[in-house]
């Protein structure tokens, strides 16, 4: 297995075992579906999204708080475009 594949898989698993469960769905269900099609710079971004606290990233899928602007990017932007069916 490459080195891409194994961050991929760890990833994975990463989105799908945070400890609040709208956090497993919105992000274990996008990286089941998206994380193969990720480039490196995308799941850079995405790694550095997983490092975010459960609360807080509750807090900007449910519109309570506003994304900062560090992670404002495509990304985020197809994440909440998968979660919501429409882009934020």
Same mark, same amino acid.
């Given at each position: 297995?490459?080195?891409?594949?194994?961050?991929?898989?760890?990833?994975?698993?990463?989105?799908?075992?945070?400890?609040?469960?709208?956090?497993?769905?919105?992000?274990?269900?996008?990286? #089941?579906?998206?994380? +193969?099609?990720?480039?490196?710079?995308?799941? &850079?971004?995405?790694? /550095?999204?997983?490092?975010?606290?459960? *609360?807080?990233?509750?807090?900007?899928?449910?519109?309570? #708080?506003?994304?900062? +602007?560090?992670?404002?990017?495509?990304?985020? &932007?197809?994440?909440? /475009?998968?979660?919501?069916?429409?882009? *934020?």
């Amino acid at each position: 297995m490459s080195a891409l594949n194994r961050r991929r898989k760890r990833l994975l698993y990463r989105a799908n075992h945070r400890g609040i469960k709208e956090m497993d769905i919105i992000l274990g269900d996008f990286a #089941r579906l998206r994380l +193969a099609t990720l480039s490196e710079a995308e799941l &850079d971004q995405f790694e /550095a999204l997983l490092e975010e606290s459960d *609360r807080e990233l509750l807090a900007w899928f449910t519109g309570e #708080r506003v994304v900062p +602007a560090r992670f404002n990017n495509p990304l985020i &932007d197809a994440i909440f /475009a998968h979660c919501n069916g429409a882009r *934020r």
